[in-house]
């Protein structure tokens, strides 16, 4: 019976690993209310300059998020100081208000697609950084604090062909 449970729990461990997985990192904000003037900043190095890789922006929310979207702008600093400038929009729920992601109880995680098959082709080091973006329909003004967003981290993969 024990060796049973034994190859059980190993099966488990290695079905549960993702050897494509190079980084994950995140960053939890503060009572749970992200600021428009609070950009996360995330470093890569050590990438390889040869393969490419995906990277997703991971954001958790709980029941206390407002809105059905999540606009963000992304930056990716390369070592030579190039900056690529992204404005992006995610669903965070269904119209029905049902909500995206994965997750059980009241906090939700959504991988969001940032940069698809991109090859960081120089050595050093790179920089992502992310801001929310979100505004009231007919609001010039962004939104101050938003409530809802818990936890904002990134993931990078090798991309599989």
């Not at 488990?12 to 992200?34: H, M, P, R």
């Not at 702008?73 to 965070?92: H, R």
Request: glycine share 8%; aromatic share 10%; net charge negative.
């Amino acid at each position: 019976m024990r060796s049973i449970f034994c190859c059980f729990l190993a099966l488990v461990l290695f079905a549960s690993c993702n050897s494509n997985i190079i980084k994950t990192e995140y960053q939890t904000l503060k009572d749970g209310v992200w600021n428009k003037d609070n950009i996360l900043e995330f470093s890569l190095s050590g990438m390889d300059t040869i393969a490419e890789h995906n990277i997703f922006i991971n954001v958790r929310n709980d029941n206390t998020f407002p809105y059905s979207n999540l606009f963000l702008i992304a930056s990716l600093t390369t070592p030579n100081g190039e900056v690529t400038k992204d404005t992006l929009e995610y669903a965070m729920s269904l119209p029905d208000g049902t909500w995206l992601g994965k997750g059980r109880g009241s906090i939700k995680e959504n991988k969001l697609w940032y940069k698809e098959n991109i090859v960081f082709s120089s050595s050093g080091v790179y920089t992502i950084e992310v801001s929310q973006a979100m505004r009231k329909n007919g609001n010039v003004s962004g939104i101050i604090g938003l409530e809802g967003i818990t936890d904002v981290g990134i993931e990078i993969t090798k991309s599989t062909p």
